[in-house]
């Protein structure tokens, strides 16, 4: 399994970031994926999951309104599209997903929300 995360970068707060996330060694299409992420002296938190088909999503309470997750099966790839970036935004987004008891990381992309 590989997980390879990319579109991080810095942005002024109430800017926008699109992260994706290209997966391999799986068969993508049948396992959720979720976006966590950790800030400097904070443990890793979930921000957003997606299930196998798309058709439902779940998110921390304090992107909701302005992240977005999604997937395309077709390229292995999922998203995480951020808007009204905050600075408490600010930290490494990684993609993670779970088969069984395997729990597999990419190596995290940086994002950093300031003026």
């Known amino acids: 399994v590989q997980l390879v995360e990319s579109g991080g970068g810095l942005v002024q707060p109430g800017g926008s970031l699109r992260l994706s996330c290209v997966a391999s060694?799986?068969?993508?299409?049948?396992?959720?994926m979720r976006w966590y992420r950790q800030a400097p002296g904070k443990e890793r938190e979930l921000v957003a999951r997606?299930?196998?088909?798309?058709?439902?999503?779940y998110y921390q309470d304090s992107v909701k309104g302005r992240f977005t997750i999604s997937r395309d099966n077709a390229q292995n790839t999922v998203y995480l599209q951020m808007n009204s970036l905050k600075p408490e935004d600010t930290a490494v987004y990684y993609c993670?997903?779970?088969?069984?008891?395997?729990?597999?990381w990419g190596r995290g992309t940086q994002v950093t929300v300031s003026s």
């Open positions: 997606i299930i196998g088909s798309g058709r439902s999503t």
């Open positions: 993670n997903v779970i088969d069984g008891s395997d729990v597999y």
């Open positions: 060694g799986f068969t993508f299409s049948t396992y959720a």
